[in-house]
């Protein structure tokens, strides 16, 4: 089954199974999608797309598995905190962005929601493809659906990984409608300042070593280090969302503040300027 999706400026089609036939924009100079999937080691801090992209080709092979080792079962409760701040309903239409291989996106689908799951990684994608939900290839900055097509939006450990922040924001809110929701888990910082001196100087550099023994490309996980430890805070990333032209924000704390979870309204068209709130209690 393809189920075909509005574009703009690009044709892209949403594809179950193994049936990928997109073509999409990847940030400056463009990258056709195609079933040959090529293999970077790792990216740079600059998150060149195309680079970024090549490497999560690379880590695909395993992924979930490393995940839940790396984190020792966390992702699993932060996946259930992020599917119960969405509250996806029946009816409702939600894009999962960065959605990798779709675990995110099939919990979500479970409410009754329509829920598609949108990666600019091939190689995530095909590693989902037994999962029974939409995909589609697609680039964060260039998303190939019309002006407020969504009632809720949200990433999962990705958006650190776009070249541009800001203006990911700015296109996620284009394509959900006024009213409609944001939620963003990802890695942050920890509020224990005992801990979190542990977690910058020693854990984030122990990553790599463990990836050894259970990924299919170690070194990608040298850059996914450096990519959490130079992440902006938790009130540093609410105001970047606010700057993007969402309202209501307000993040909580997970697991000490190692993840935390950020949630955001598009406002109405006649809406007043953003605000950043308080955190939430979390965990």
């Not at 090529?38 to 979930?64: H, I, Q, T």
């Not at 509250?87 to 409702?92: K, L, Q, S, V």
């Amino acid at each position: 089954m393809t189920t075909v999706f509005e574009a703009r400026n690009s044709g892209v089609s949403a594809v179950q199974g193994m049936s990928i036939r997109a073509r999409v924009r990847m940030g400056s100079g463009g990258w056709g999608a195609s079933l040959r999937l090529s293999s970077m080691s790792r990216a740079g801090l600059d998150k060149n797309p195309r680079e970024v992209a090549e490497m999560f080709d690379g880590v695909a092979k395993g992924y979930d598995r490393t995940n839940s080792v790396m984190t020792l079962g966390f992702d699993r409760r932060w996946r259930e905190w992020s599917r119960r701040v969405l509250d996806a309903r029946a009816g409702e239409r939600v894009l999962d962005l960065a959605a990798g291989t779709a675990v995110s996106t099939v919990e979500y689908a479970a409410s009754g929601a329509w829920c598609v799951a949108a990666d600019f990684s091939l190689g995530m994608l095909l590693g989902g493809a037994h999962r029974p939900v939409p995909k589609v290839a697609a680039d964060a900055l260039h998303l190939p659906f019309a002006d407020n097509s969504f009632d809720a939006v949200t990433v999962s450990f990705g958006i650190r990984n776009f070249s541009d922040t800001e203006a990911a924001l700015r296109e996620m809110a284009r394509v959900v409608r006024p009213g409609g929701r944001l939620v963003i888990c990802e890695v942050s910082t920890p509020t224990f300042r005992p801990f979190r001196f542990v977690y910058m100087r020693y854990l984030l550099k122990i990553l790599p070593f463990i990836a050894r023994f259970v990924s299919s490309n170690p070194d990608a996980y040298k850059y996914l280090a450096e990519s959490m430890r130079t992440w902006p805070d938790q009130r540093a990333l609410g105001e970047i969302i606010a700057r993007a032209g969402w309202d209501d924000i307000a993040w909580m704390n997970l697991t000490g503040g190692m993840v935390a979870l950020h949630r955001a309204i598009k406002p109405e068209p006649a809406g007043e300027t953003a605000t950043v709130g308080e955190p939430e209690p979390g965990e």
